[in-house]
C-alpha cells in the first residue's frame, strides 16, 4: 500500500459514517466532522446512530486510532490532505435538490485551506456543482493553486453500505486534472491495487486481490450525472416491472415468472425486476426529482423521469385497493402491518411506503399493530402510537386476532415465518403480500388466503374465530 491519507469526512450521517468507518479499515487517518455535538458525543462513546451491517464493528475496531470524531471542522480540514463533503442534500420545493448545506460547508472550509487540499463531493449533487463549490471558494479568497474539486459518488445500498464500499462495482472519479485524481488513486489504492482484499480480517466479498474494484476516472461532470443516471435508471427498473406486473395480475400471469425470464437476458439481469410497493428510502425518489430538474433547467424534455415517479406512486394506490379487496371495508377492522422501513436491513423509515400505507390504512378506520426488527422506535417518531396505532415486539404479537396480516418490508424474517403460528394467532387467515415473499401455492396449502403483487390471488376458505368488532 501507498502512504495513507489524512482525511477529512464532513458529516456523520448515513454516507459520511458509512465513509469514515471504511476508509479506516482501508489503513487511512480520518476525521469525522459533525456540527451535532450529542451525535459526536455518541460516536465517541461507542454508539452508532444508523442501523447497517458491519458498522458497529468497524468503528469499534478503529475508533480513537484510525477514525475519530470532533466538531472542529477547520482543524480536521488543516490537518487534511482530502477532505470529504457527505452532507445532507435534501428535496426542495421544485423537485431540485437543496444546496445550502454544502454551500455553507464550503464556506467554512475556505477559512481554513493553507495548503493545497482536495475537496471531494460526496453527496449527492447535481451536474456543476463542482463549479458552484469552486466559485465560493474563490468569493471567499482561496488561492485556486491550493486546492481542486473532484466528484466521488457513493453508490451504496442501506444495509449492505459496508460491503458495497469496500467491494464495489466500481469507483467513479470526476477530477479536472492529474494531481487531484491521484490522491484519489491513492485513497482508493487499498482496493484498486487488491491489498485491502490480503489484509488479516478484511471483509469478504465480491473483490479480491485477484479481481480487485475498478476505477473510472472521467470529468466532474459526467461523475455528476453517473450518480444521478445510475438511480433513476435503477428506479426505472423498479417501476417497469410494477407497470408489468399490473398487466402481469390483469391477465393472470405470474410475474415471478415473467421478471425470472426477463432476468436470464444479460442484457437485462435479474437485479431490481421484483415487483412490489414500489422504491423508497432517501435517495431514488429525491435523485429521480433531481435529475428532472436538472434536464429541465437545461432544456431537455426527460418526461421518462415523471412517468417513473407515477408509476411507483400508482403502485401504493394498487396495494391499498388489494387491501380494501380482500376486506371489503375497513372501518373496524384489526390488520397487522410487517415492516415499516422502506426495505429490509435497515432501520430508515425515509419515503417508505411502508408508513404512507399504514397512515391510509388508520385514516380509512382500520386499527393496525406494526412491527419492524429495526425501525419501530423511527416509525414512533412519524407515527405515534394511539388508539388506532399500536407497535408490536414481534410478528406474532402484531397478528393476535389481526383480520388479514400485511407484508409490507422484504425482511428476511418476514420470509421465513411460522405459517402455523402465524395461523394461530390471526382471526382470519389472510395474508396481504406487498413484497412477494411467499409462493401462493404454499400459502394455501397452510391455510391463507394469498394476495400478493402481480399474481392472481388464491383464496382459501378462512375458518373465523369470532369475537367483537373494533370499533
Known amino acids: 500500500m501507498q502512504s495513507p491519507v489524512s482525511i477529512c469526512v464532513i458529516g456523520s450521517g448515513y454516507v459520511g459514517l458509512v465513509a469514515a ?29 444508523i442501523y447497517e451491517d458491519h458498522l458497529p464493528a468497524l468503528l469499534a475496531k478503529h475508533r480513537g486510532s484510525a477514525v475519530d470524531f470532533t466538531t472542529d471542522l477547520g482543524s480536521a480540514v488543516e490537518s487534511s490532505e482530502a477532505i470529504f463533503i457527505a452532507v445532507g442534500t435534501p428535496q426542495g420545493d421544485t423537485g431540485a435538490a437543496d444546496l445550502s448545506y454544502v454551500e455553507a460547508v464550503v464556506s467554512e472550509i475556505a477559512r481554513h485551506i ?21 466559485r465560493v ?25 459496508i460491503i458495497d464500499f469496500l467491494h464495489p462495482d466500481r469507483i467513479v472519479v470526476g477530477a479536472g486534472n492529474e494531481r487531484s485524481a491521484n490522491l484519489l488513486r491513492r485513497v482508493y489504492e487499498p ?49 417497469f416491472i410494477n407497470a408489468v406486473a399490473n398487466l402481469a395480475e390483469a391477465v393472470d400471469a405470474d410475474i415471478e415468472d415473467i421478471a425470472a425470464g426477463m432476468g436470464l437476458d444479460s442484457r437485462i439481469g435479474p437485479r431490481f425486476l421484483r415487483a412490489g ?10 435523485d429521480v426529482a433531481a435529475f428532472h430538474w436538472v434536464a429541465q433547467q437545461r432544456g431537455v424534455d426527460f418526461e421518462l423521469l415523471q412517468e417513473i415517479r407515477k408509476i411507483n406512486e400508482t403502485q401504493k394506490d394498487v396495494f391499498f385497493n388489494k387491501v380494501l379487496s380482500a376486506l371489503w371495508t375497513l372501518r373496524g377492522k384489526r390488520l397487522a402491518a410487517l415492516g415499516l422501513a422502506f426495505k429490509g436491513d435497515t432501520d430508515d423509515i425515509r419515503e417508505s411506503p411502508a408508513i404512507d400505507i399504514i397512515k391510509r390504512l388508520v385514516e380509512a378506520g382500520a386499527t393496525v399493530t406494526a412491527y419492524d426488527p429495526a425501525a419501530n422506535e423511527r416509525a414512533k417518531e412519524v407515527l405515534p402510537p394511539s388508539k388506532k396505532l399500536h407497535y408490536a415486539n414481534d410478528i406474532y404479537e402484531a397478528a393476535k386476532d389481526a383480520d388479514a396480516v400485511l407484508i409490507l418490508t422484504d425482511w ?29 401455492q404454499q400459502m394455501v396449502e397452510r391455510g391463507f388466503t394469498y394476495v400478493s403483487v402481480g399474481r392472481p390471488a388464491s ?8 369475537r367483537s368488532m373494533v370499533m
Open 114 to 134: 493553507h495548503n493545497y487540499k482536495v475537496i471531494v463531493e460526496k453527496s449527492t449533487v447535481p451536474v456543476y456543482t463542482n463549479e458552484w463549490i469552486s
Open 277 to 286: 410497493l414500489g422504491y423508497g428510502g432517501s435517495c431514488f425518489p429525491k
Open 137 to 161: 471558494l474563490h468569493r471567499h479568497g482561496v488561492d485556486p493553486e491550493n486546492f481542486d474539486v473532484v466528484s466521488n459518488p457513493e453508490f451504496l445500498r442501506e444495509g449492505t453500505a
Open 191 to 239: 482496493l484498486v491495487g487488491g491489498s485491502y482484499y490480503q489484509q488479516p480480517g478484511a471483509l469478504p466479498g465480491a473483490c479480491s486481490a485477484s479481481h480487485p474494484a475498478k476505477l473510472l476516472v472521467t470529468s466532474t461532470q459526467s461523475s455528476e450525472i453517473i450518480k444521478h443516471a445510475s438511480n433513476a435508471f435503477l428506479a426505472l427498473k423498479i417501476s
Open 21 to 49: 468507518a471504511c476508509f479506516a479499515e482501508m489503513g487511512h487517518r480520518v476525521l469525522c466532522v459533525d456540527n451535532d455535538e450529542a451525535r459526536v458525543k455518541t460516536l465517541r462513546e461507542g454508539g452508532v446512530p
Open 412 to 440: 428476511k424474517e418476514f420470509a421465513n415465518i411460522d405459517l402455523v403460528r402465524l395461523n394461530d394467532a390471526v382471526r382470519f387467515p389472510i395474508v396481504i403480500d406487498g413484497r412477494n415473499l411467499y409462493k401462493p
Open 459 to 466: 383464496y382459501q376458505a378462512a375458518q373465523g374465530k369470532p
